[in-house]
Every structure is written in structure tokens, then in C-alpha cells.
């Protein structure tokens, strides 16, 4: 039996020293995740519990390793553990589910990747300014993701997967204005507007984006097809006239120069009275850890220039595009809705 001594006193220096071993260590917990999400383990305790040789069995794998898996998951609470070694899902393990109504699944796979792990393990390339996506893969992100027709298709459902846990949050949090026409700025697979039409029975919704993105929207789920359209378009030369764009998870893909560019285009095309929502992670001051200082670090290592911002980084790229940031709502999850509007004493 293990025996811990009472009387130990370990100097706090050395505690600081320990917590940095394990810190460097947690990249074990995605990959224990990851491993989980690939062998469908959720999918077979939908049921109840069932041991670690059932589960096993049922995915092929060693069961051995398997508990070994398992049991570092259950320490995240993402499965739990009876008795016998037996296991069962908790919460959070419910989104591993291919079923689940908001499955995670495909999200978790897509971010636990290897083109987005690889990278983030050279990121001290990124940080002297040599893009380790580009240095691994030879080319960037998006180039590579349209040149491999099956790795965009993992990005696009993964990313469709991601979203629709967070467009509960985002969708609750912003009142849009009635009857307006909102287009979803390379919205993907349409998932945010088709949230945002079925929370909004008075508005009309443009889906804009490449037209190999389009063939596959999901907005014939709304049931209402004349509440919709689809147009093809590269946001770097133009985009729909409207009175609302979104913009979510596009901004922290590009450095502040095409940023500014895409904004300025919106700019140009926006109604009077139009409103821009970009929906990003916002970083706050301080030291006090939160997702949106992770995602900053991941799409670092991803994109070329591409950055999470804080508000007062939000407020000096909407002033180069002239535009005015108005309201940062907290939408209770780690990304948040900024709102700007046409700055009237700003001339393009």
C-alpha cells in the first residue's frame, strides 16, 4: 500500500518546479481525447456502462491501453469510473456521441488534427516569423485546405461541429434588428444563420462563400427556402449588399492588413443604418487564464498573421475601415459578438 509522509515539507520553489513539468505534459489529455473521439467510445455507453473489456471489444482496441486512455479522460471528467472498471459517460462525454444534437465529435477530431497539431508543436517558428504550417505542410492553411478535398471536408465539418455549440450562445445574445437582411460573411455550411433565421422569423439571410462550401449549406433545414439565398464571392474583392454582416471566426484568420480590407469592403457595401458583428474571442486584460489566450496561440501556429484580439485592438481595425466600434457582449461562452457601425466622421 502507498504511505505518503505527514511530515514532509517541500520548498515552493520546487512545488513551481513540478507544476511546470506537468504543464508541459498536458498535451496528453488532447491526445487522450482524441483517441477516444476516433474510436466512437461514447457511441457504445449510450446505453449505461459497460467495463473496459466490453469497450474493447466493441472498438477493436487493446484493453489494456485502452483503460489507460480511459482512465486519464475520467480525470477531466469526461468519462466516469465505477467499479470493476467499468465506465460511463458524464456530461461532457455526451458531446463525444456521433448522435448527440450538438456532437463535438467532429470538432474535437478536427482540432485535435494533425494540421493543427503539428504546427502549434513548431511555434517557436511562428514566433521568429517563419509560419510553421507552411513550413510543414508547403503551403498555407487555406491553400491546403482547398487543394485537399478531404481535408476540407474534415475542416468544414469540424468546424460546423465546433460552431454549433457556440451559436447557442452567440444566438441568445444579440437582438437583430426586425425584417433586416443578414448575410453571414464565408459562413461554411450556413449553421450560424440557419440558428439565426430560426431565432428570428422576421429576417432574411444571404449565405456568402465559396461555391464548393455552398453545394453542401445546411439552410434547406429551415423549411422556408424564401427566407434564404446563397452567393458565391472572395470577401477580398466584394460582398452582398445588407443591413447586418457576421462575421465568425474570419477576422482572427488574417492580419490586421487583410483584415482591414475585408471590413473596408462590408464598409462599402453595407445599407445606411447597417451593422457589422464580428465573433471572435475577445482577450481580456490580466493574467487570468481564458480560451480566447489558447485560440490566439492556435491560430497562430494555422494561419499567417492570423491573431485573437482585444477590444481596443477590435476598435483600432474597425477605425481603419471606417467603422465604429458601439458594444463587446459577453455571450457567457469564449467567444464574444463585437458590434460596429459606419463611423459617420470617416470617409473610405
Known amino acids: 500500500m502507498l504511505e505518503y509522509k505527514k511530515d514532509i515539507s517541500v520548498p515552493e520553489n520546487d512545488e513551481a518546479g513540478l507544476y511546470l513539468l506537468e504543464l508541459s505534459m498536458e498535451y496528453a489529455y488532447s491526445a487522450a481525447l482524441r483517441a477516444v473521439a476516433h474510436l466512437g467510445v461514447a457511441d457504445h455507453l449510450v446505453d449505461g456502462p459497460k467495463t473496459i473489456s466490453e469497450l474493447a471489444k466493441a472498438t477493436g482496441a487493446d484493453e489494456l491501453r485502452l483503460y489507460r486512455v480511459m482512465r486519464l479522460n475520467t480525470s477531466r471528467g469526461v468519462f466516469r469510473e465505477n467499479e470493476n472498471r467499468s465506465f460511463e459517460l458524464t456530461p461532457a462525454g455526451e458531446f463525444l456521441r456521433r448522435d448527440a444534437p450538438l456532437s463535438l465529435r467532429a470538432g474535437v477530431l478536427m482540432i485535435t488534427d494533425e494540421t493543427i497539431w503539428r504546427p502549434s508543436g513548431e511555434l ?192 483600432q481595425l474597425f477605425a481603419g475601415a471606417g467603422l465604429r466600434l458601439t458594444r463587446v457582449f459577453n455571450t457567457g461562452s469564449y467567444v464574444s459578438i463585437a458590434e460596429a457601425v459606419a463611423d459617420s466622421n470617416s470617409e473610405l
Open 124 to 315: 517557436a517558428s511562428a514566433v521568429v516569423g517563419d509560419p510553421p504550417f507552411k513550413k510543414i505542410f508547403g503551403m498555407p492553411f487555406f491553400d491546403y485546405v482547398s487543394e485537399k478535398g478531404a481535408s476540407s471536408d474534415d475542416f468544414h465539418v469540424g468546424m460546423s461541429s465546433q460552431s454549433d455549440i457556440e451559436n447557442e450562445f452567440l444566438v441568445r445574445s444579440y437582438d437583430f434588428p426586425e425584417g433586416a437582411t443578414v448575410v453571414d460573411i464565408a459562413g461554411g455550411l450556413g449553421g450560424l444563420l440557419l440558428r439565426i433565421l430560426r431565432r428570428n422569423p422576421t429576417l432574411h439571410g444571404i449565405l456568402f462563400d465559396r461555391p464548393d462550401v455552398l453545394s453542401r449549406h445546411r439552410l434547406g433545414e429551415l423549411g422556408a427556402d424564401d427566407r434564404w439565398e446563397l452567393i458565391s464571392g472572395d470577401f477580398f474583392e466584394s460582398v452582398p449588399r445588407a443591413d447586418v454582416y457576421v462575421l465568425k471566426s474570419i477576422m482572427h484568420d488574417w492580419p490586421d492588413e487583410q483584415s482591414t480590407q475585408i471590413l473596408r469592403n462590408i464598409r462599402k457595401a453595407m445599407a445606411p443604418g447597417g451593422r457589422v458583428l464580428v465573433m471572435d474571442p475577445v482577450i481580456p486584460p490580466g493574467n487570468m487564464p481564458h480560451a480566447s489566450k489558447l485560440l490566439d496561440i492556435i491560430v497562430m501556429a494555422m494561419y499567417e498573421g492570423g491573431r485573437e484580439r482585444t477590444e481596443e485592438e477590435l476598435r
